[in-house]
Antibody, heavy 120, light 108 residues
Framework: QVQLVESGGGVVQPGRSLSLSCAASGFTFRTYAMQWVRQAPGKGLEWVAHVSFDGSNKYYADSVKGRVTISRDNSENTLYLQMNSLRRDDTAIYYC?????????????WGQGTTVTVSS | DIQMTQSPSSLSASVGDRVTITCRAS??????LNWYQQKPGKAPNLLIY???SLQSGVPSRFSGSGSGTDFTLTISGLQPDDFATYYCQQGYSTPMYTFGQGTKLEIK
């Protein structure tokens, strides 16, 4: 079935780095744009980053720009998020999500999320 | 940046009620407005895209309307499974997306 599975979350000290992965299955990954969306504890949803279907275009929220890099490996059906210089306010559940495509800019498939806790 | 404001922030209703949640954009976003449902401990689930298109598998009691800056999500005949938090999201400034702050729907 169509599925996204995140991994790589954990507890990390402020200023350190962490890399998240999102494994896709059940659909033609290379034809879809992908995103990372996060949710701080008890808070709402925040879009973090976008990568185009072929990885050629990348966009970031101002809150993470310069500290985060989104990438993808279409041969491995995997999406990545490299996070550097982590701050306490980066603590959140991180979801990967598929963009529905066809000119409709919605996210139709979500992973279960991976939790990142930034704490000393 | 486009700001999305939902109202109310929380809402109490009973099974069988008709409920409306509103989302307002800080500028004209045409029909690039989507709605999600999120239950505790779960990922969001797409309900409505492009303001009024029902996502496959979503019950027909959910409907969306609006264009420009003002949008509504209506649930006709609340079911116990519908008590959750609802978010709107604009797709106009693709791919720099923004979500509303959420509306928590609770059982009265």
């Amino acid at each position: 079935q169509v599925q996204l599975v995140e991994s790589g979350g954990g507890v990390v000290q402020p200023g350190r780095s962490l890399s998240l992965s999102c494994a896709a299955s059940g659909f033609t990954f290379r034809t879809y744009a992908m995103q990372w969306v996060r949710q701080a504890p008890g808070k709402g949803l925040e879009w973090v980053a976008h990568v185009s279907f072929d990885g050629s275009n990348k966009y970031y929220a101002d809150s993470v720009k310069g500290r985060v890099t989104i990438s993808r490996d279409n041969s491995e059906n995997t999406l990545y998020l490299q996070m550097n210089s982590l701050r306490r306010d980066d603590t959140a559940i991180y979801y990967c999500a598929r963009e529905i495509g066809g000119g409709d800019y919605a996210f139709d498939i979500w992973g279960q999320g991976t939790t990142v806790t930034v704490s000393s | 940046d486009i700001q999305m404001t939902q109202s109310p922030s929380s809402l109490s209703a009973s099974v069988g009620d008709r409920v409306t949640i509103t989302c307002r954009a800080s500028q004209d976003i045409s029909s690039y407005l989507n709605w999600y449902q999120q239950k505790p401990g779960k990922a969001p689930n797409l309900l409505i895209y492009s303001a009024s298109s029902l996502q496959s598998g979503v019950p027909s009691r959910f409907s969306g309307s609006g264009s420009g800056t003002d949008f509504t999500l209506t649930i006709s005949g609340l079911q116990p499974d519908d008590f959750a938090t609802y978010y709107c999201q604009q797709g106009y400034s693709t791919p720099m997306y923004t979500f509303g702050q959420g509306t928590k729907l609770e059982i009265k």
